[in-house]
């Protein structure tokens, strides 16, 4: 009998740890989305808000119904790629803070569709082939000065990001301008638009690029050659040279992808997001701005990995989405900024791998106890064996 | 005789300094650098710290000098035990270590890393103080540096001796120098010793560390031995040869009841049919006087010149840091040769990428699998491949990767190298040290190479995993194949080769069958003796 | 362009290099020691914005004050992850940018207005009467603090373990320097100062709090640091340049025919930047362990 309980027990105990093994990178990210929430908490708090409230209808706000989660989902459309670009460039060992500019040249490229009288769905093709290249060649020369002159990515690509939004708001003032309203873009025509998914929000059929390029990345990544090379150079270039992989060749490949990814991010908010479907050029193009940015949080949070970041860019839009509820909600209402606040305290907590090591000290733990309890109910039993 | 005793013996006077006790030390990785080692130190007195690679040299005195801790054992002076925690502890109690690899910071001068080692943060440097001294000291100890460059444009002899006088500003009571003549001239080493010898009749202890026999002979008052992590010798140098020095340095201790450490029946490899290698034709990997420059801009392959032919396997033994790792590299296509030739089949392969050189047949079990054979967080299958990937048997349309095909393969070759994990998909990093071994070797063998670099194929492995590498690449011989073995295991050099060859100092100091030699012979060979001098004697 | 237009334009050049040199020289030293910080945007924009709310409380000095103890702490907590907790640089950085970003965003609406801030008359720190208009006294600080920190790291002990740190920490460690806390006291100062650029943008020179006030300020002091190859001098020059240009596209907006649109100068600061950046290298040489972790077996 006891023997029986032994072997279910040791089971039971193993199939947890396999569990939480497999699992232990989500678990990282959970656990910094838990701190980042309770910072947060902690300074609604300080400043006289009621946490709990908030975060229920921050929560409610995010997934509460199908228009919550449209809304969502809308919100973690460009999020997706955003956190793409950030992420295939950090397999190979770089830092693509770019997003930002890749993205507002995208999208300002996307608009020249609206010169073209082109059908359904020529009209989406192209918009989506223009943005893609026109992410593709803002990144290329940060790539370029990196490959070649050793240049810092991260300060070239953040220079590019500043060039890129005065450059694009100059476009939107003066070239691309609409006409009839001075601080806009002419508007995407309805027929190059991605329709409206549910009706009465924000989601389109854009988010089906969105995760169309991020299913085919992790198809790139995980198998072709290509990707193969690009993990291996960003993971240990040495032994990658070593097993013939051209890496500077290989490192610029990833580069013009997360460009491209990008400048599809920008697409999809022009030709998907209601109502307006062009830029705004007010100073801080409102759509555009900081899209890039949260796209790392997204990628960090998400593991790098191109599911991870699907999860994560939902639970990212989940925030940004919910924040707009919130902020209406209850009679002292938290204002949206603090999603931010968490966001940045969640990429915090991910900085430190530390964190993490109090898995295995939980678990370690949990074994120590486990095994003090057999102990225990060994010197206990004695007398039930014999007989 | 040596040197010293013709100097005539100092006035002994020398009292006890400290005392060693059972030192063991084990790595966070489960290497046993050390097993209880006992050690007596005395004022007055020059000891030799003798050994191969991997002996625990370097590892012992680290411990004294405070940078690591011992798992085991403890440290006594006359005054009371000793404990450190850091090397500033050591060095205020008074000993101080010269690294081999020396701890100078590159763009500072000699006066800056000196002024580094002083005491207060906040003083402004008086460099010109740390000057003043510098000279002082430069006069005494005999050893000449210029000041004010920065340290990284200095020759490597001038940075040891800045490094020697970083130690002396601090007035040391137990100096302890790490393979120090490594990098002297002739002469530098003279003027070096003469220092020694005058700090020792000052009451100075000093340890120094060395593989070179000669040395030993020339300046030390005692000789410890050490091997594979233990004591097997505590002499008076005056009381002892070279050639039983050498014996105790590769294998056979001196006393009678321990016997000697030879690969036992279970570590060889079975019997394979040994035919007898055919050199008539041409030979696949031919090597003509290459030389090739180290990391430090010195020589570290002098002139170098082999064959190998097709079913040998061609042995480099020697003491690590002879040169063995930049003649691999300069083969492998990781470093450029400054001169010579070196062929495959013909072909020339120096100066090439890897890439290029893995096309010309040469496969290569790297020295260090972690940095240069495995992407660690790839899994099994994903390292299997690494090299071979664009294979058109594992690629299908549009570059897409055929996973079932690899799998299949790694599966096989799981099967065949008898490599334990969890499946194709674990981590390498799962792997034990034998099983990924046998990972790079499944992989490298899987390129049907006409040669098998293989460079400490064995290190750090159980004795299972050293078992089955080794059987592999007898096979390999018998198959034809040629094989260039390197290897700071003597035994297993000498066991697996068809011809050995002993690196010193960048040269190859004897070609030959392993059996032309005896133990002393080869322990000597390693040494820096070669047979010219050892008929002088 | 008149005399009276060039001196206009070398003060607000001056005014302008203030937040870079200040934020520059504080990298510099972080540098030294082996940590890359690009947080520095976040603690300007955090500390321009706590600068505000200590000024509001206690006046100029207090302002400056906090801003430097915001910084000195953001510093802290950066080395803190990085060194002590093994943390990745980069991470800490960009977790820190999105922070400052929704802090003081968060902050403002508290305040009142969402999106900015104005910060009263008493609480300004005020502008002295010059030869050239009104100028701040922060300018002279910014002016005389790199000439002290390059002799700090040239002529004490403290530059030189410094520099060793990020050179060769093996090599300092067993000189028996404790690597983690030369590093720790590194980026604290360096977060100092840079909390002290960032309050002194909203105490002392534009006089509100936007929650965009840095506007890249951060990433351009780093590319003053590259160009400076870790001098505080050459970093103050390339702060002054920077300025001018900032202020050049000032001035560029307020004339009645625009031969250049304002956007195309807003970019030139980026864009000299960016070319510096690219020429600089090679020229330039950075400590050997930037960016990496030390560890001591």
Redesign the interface.
């Known amino acids: 009998m006891s023997a029986e309980k032994k072997t279910l027990e040791s089971r039971l105990l193993r199939g947890a740890h396999k569990t939480l093994t497999g699992l232990s990178p989500a678990i990282e990210s959970i656990l910094a989305a838990i701190v980042g929430l309770l910072i947060g908490a902690i300074l609604m708090y300080i400043w006289g808000y009621d946490p709990w409230r908030a975060y229920i209808a921050l929560f409610k706000g995010a997934y509460g119904g199908g228009y919550e989660w449209a809304s969502s989902l809308a919100r973690a459309t460009p999020l997706i790629l955003t956190a793409m670009t950030f992420s295939i460039c950090l397999r190979s060992g770089m830092f693509n803070i770019g997003a930002e500019g890749q993205l507002m040249i995208g999208a300002t490229a996307s608009i020249l569709v609206a010169y073209m009288a082109l059908p359904t769905p020529l009209g989406q093709i192209v918009g989506l082939i223009l943005a893609g290249t026109a992410g593709a060649l803002w990144s290329l020369v940060p790539a370029a000065l990196r490959l070649m002159r050793g240049v810092s990515e991260v300060i070239s690509t953040i220079m590019f990001n500043w060039i890129g939004r005065w450059f694009v708001l100059w476009l939107t003032i003066f070239i691309l301008r609409d006409p009839a309203r001075a601080e806009k873009t002419v508007s995407i025509p309805v027929a190059a638009r991605f329709p409206v998914m549910v009706r009465g929000t924000d989601l389109s059929y854009s988010i089906f690029v969105s995760i169309a390029f991020a299913l085919v990345l992790y198809f790139i990544l995980w198998h072709t050659t290509v990707g193969y090379e690009v993990r291996a150079a960003g993971l240990n270039p040495t032994a990658a040279r070593y097993g013939g992989i051209r890496n500077k060749r290989t490192m610029f490949l990833s580069f013009i992808l997360g460009g491209i990814a990008a400048g599809l991010a920008g697409a999809t908010i022009t030709m998907g997001l209601p109502p307006t479907y062009a830029i705004f050029g007010g100073a801080l193009m409102p759509q555009l701005t900081n899209v890039g940015f949260d796209g790392m949080a997204v990628a960090m949070v998400g593991r790098n990995h191109p599911i991870g970041i699907i999860f994560a860019a939902v639970f990212f839009g989940g925030l940004n989405a919910g924040g707009r509820v919130m902020q209406f909600y209850g009679s002292n209402p938290v204002p949206l900024e603090i999603v931010r606040v968490v966001m940045g305290a969640i990429v915090l907590a991910m900085a430190i791998p530390e964190l993490i090591r109090i898995i295995p000290a939980v678990k370690k733990q949990g074994t120590e106890l486990f095994g003090l309890f057999k102990r225990l109910r060994k010197k206990n039993a004695p007398k039930e064996e014999e007989a | 005789m040596s040197d010293t005793q013709m100097a005539g013996a100092p006035p002994v006077q020398a009292t006890l300094y400290l005392r060693a006790e059972g030192i063991t030390k084990v ?2 990785d489960g290497t046993v650098a050390l097993k209880a080692a006992d050690l007596e130190l005395h004022t007055h007195e020059i000891v030799g710290l003798l050994g191969e690679n991997g002996a625990g040299k370097t590892t012992l005195t680290k411990i004294l000098s405070g ?2 801790p011992p798992t085991q054992g403890f440290v006594t002076s006359p005054q009371g035990p000793i404990r450190f925690t ?4 050591a ?1 205020d109690f008074g000993i101080g270590m010269v ?1 081999q690899h ?7 001068t000699a006066a ?1 890393n000196v ?4 005491e ?6 008086r460099l010109a103080q740390t000057i003043k001294q510098l000279e002082e000291l430069m006069e005494e100890s005999g050893l000449r540096v210029p000041l004010n460059v920065p340290i990284e444009k200095l020759a490597v002899g001038e940075q040891q001796r800045v490094e020697i006088l970083k130690v002396l500003t601090r007035d040391v009571d137990l100096l302890i120098l790490d393979e120090p003549t490594s990098v002297l001239t002739p002469l530098e080493v003279d003027e070096l010793f003469a220092l020694l010898r005058r700090l020792r009749d000052k009451g100075t202890s000093i340890i120094l560390i060395t593989h070179k026999l000669k040395e030993v002979q020339t300046i030390t008052d005692r000789v410890v031995v050490l091997r594979h992590g233990e004591m097997v010798g505590d002499v008076k140098t005056a009381d002892t040869t070279t050639e039983q020095l050498a014996q105790l340095m590769v294998g056979q201790a001196l006393d009678p009841e321990t016997g000697a450490v030879e690969l036992s029946d279970k570590e060889l490899p079975q019997t394979s049919t040994s035919a007898p290698v055919d050199r008539s034709g041409a030979p696949i990997l031919r090597v003509a006087n290459l030389t090739s420059r180290g990391n430090t801009g010195e020589i570290d392959v002098d002139d170098v010149s082999l064959e190998i032919f097709g079913g040998e396997i061609f042995g480099v033994a020697g003491v690590e840091g002879n040169g063995q790792t930049e003649l691999v590299e300069s083969l492998t296509g ?1 470093r450029v040769p400054i001169s010579g030739e070196a062929t495959i089949n013909g072909k020339n392969i120096l100066g090439i ?3 290029q050189i ?1 096309r010309l047949g040469v496969a ?1 079990i ?1 020295e260090d699998r972690w ?8 899994t099994l299958a ?1 390292n299997a ?3 071979i ?2 294979w058109e048997h594992f ?1 299908g349309p ?4 055929r ?1 079932n095909r690899i799998n299949a393969h790694v599966r096989e070759l799981m099967d065949r190298f008898e490599i334990r994990a969890a499946g194709p998909s674990a981590p390498a990093k799962s792997l034990s040290g034998g099983n990924q071994q046998k990972l790079i070797v499944g992989r490298e063998l899987a390129k049907d190479p006409a040669i098998i670099v293989a460079s400490q194929p064995t290190r750090g492995l159980d004795i299972g995993s050293a078992l089955y590498i080794r059987q592999t690449l007898t096979e390999m011989r018998d198959k034809g194949r040629a094989i260039l073995l390197v290897s700071a295991d003597l035994d297993e050099v000498l066991a697996l080769s068809d011809r050995i060859a002993i690196m010193y100092e960048g040269k190859f100091m004897r070609v030959c069958e392993p059996e032309k030699l005896d133990r002393e012979q080869i322990g000597l060979l390693m040494g820096g003796v070669s047979q010219e001098q050892e008929v002088a004697a | 362009m008149s005399w009276n237009d060039i001196v206009s334009l070398v003060r607000i050049a001056l005014h302008a290099m203030v937040p870079l040199a200040l934020t520059a020289v504080g990298e510099i030293i972080g540098e030294t020691a082996g940590l890359f910080n690009i947080g520095l945007e976040g603690i300007l924009l955090m500390s321009a914005f706590t600068g505000l709310l200590g000024a509001k409380a206690g006046g100029p000095y207090v302002g400056l004050l906090v801003g430097m103890g915001t910084g000195a702490f953001v510093g802290l907590l950066f080395s803190v992850i990085n060194t002590y907790w093994k943390g990745i640089q980069m991470v800490t950085g960009i977790g820190i940018n999105l922070f400052a970003m929704g802090f003081v965003a968060f902050g403002l609406i508290q305040l009142g207005a969402p999106g900015f801030h104005d910060v009263p008359i008493e609480a300004e720190l005020g502008k002295v009467p010059t030869f050239m208009g009104a100028m701040s006294p922060m300018i002279l600080v910014a002016l005389i603090l790199p000439f002290l920190v390059f002799w700090f790291l040239k002529r004490t002990r403290a530059g030189l373990m410094l520099k060793a740190a990020g050179e060769a920490p093996e090599a300092a460690d067993v000189s028996g320097i404790n690597i983690n806390r030369i590093r720790l006291y590194a980026t604290t100062f360096g977060g100092l100062l840079a909390g002290l650029g960032g309050a002194y943008m909203s105490v002392a020179w534009l006089g509100l709090v936007t929650k965009d006030l840095s506007a890249g300020r951060g990433f351009i002091a780093l590319a003053c640091v590259v160009f400076s190859g870790l001098n505080p001098l050459l970093a103050l020059l390339a702060a002054f340049i920077f300025g001018l240009f900032q202020a050049l596209a000032e001035w560029v907006k307020t004339l009645p025919s625009k031969p250049i649109p304002g956007q195309f100068v807003s970019m030139l600061p980026y864009i000299v930047t960016l070319l510096v950046v690219s020429g600089a290298i090679g020229r330039v040489r950075f400590p050997k362990e930037l960016g990496v972790p030390y560890k001591r077996e």
């Open positions: 790595y966070s940078l690591l850091s090397p500033r502890e060095l690294h020396f701890a100078l910071v590159g763009p500072f800056e002024a580094l080692s002083h207060r943060p906040f003083s402004g440097i990781l990428s890897p890439r893995y290569h790297p940095q240069l054979g495995l992407v660690l967080p790839f994903e491949i690494l090299g990937h664009q690629k549009l570059a897409f990767l996973w």
